[in-house]
């Protein structure tokens, strides 16, 4: 299920790069290991990044977009 929701966050990112450049988040609450998306538009290249779910203070990881023109 994981693998899923990342691939199709990723096919997100691809699909929209047409368009305009988008950030794709996936917040993981870290006691539960849920995951939720948020696809947001945003000036600049296109992002993906993983962050643990708020209050935490750890930060975000940010993971390279491969494209394939």
Do not use: N
Not at 6 to 30: D, L
Not at 48 to 62: A, H, I, L
């Amino acid at each position: 299920m994981r693998l899923i929701r990342i691939a199709i966050a990723a096919g997100a990112v691809a699909f929209a790069s047409a368009a305009q450049a988008t950030t794709v988040i996936v917040f993981v609450e870290p006691m539960t290991m849920a995951r939720h998306t948020r696809v947001i538009d945003t000036p600049g290249p296109d992002r993906f990044v993983m962050c643990v779910e708020p209050p935490s203070v750890s930060g975000c990881t940010e993971l390279p977009v491969k494209r394939k023109h």
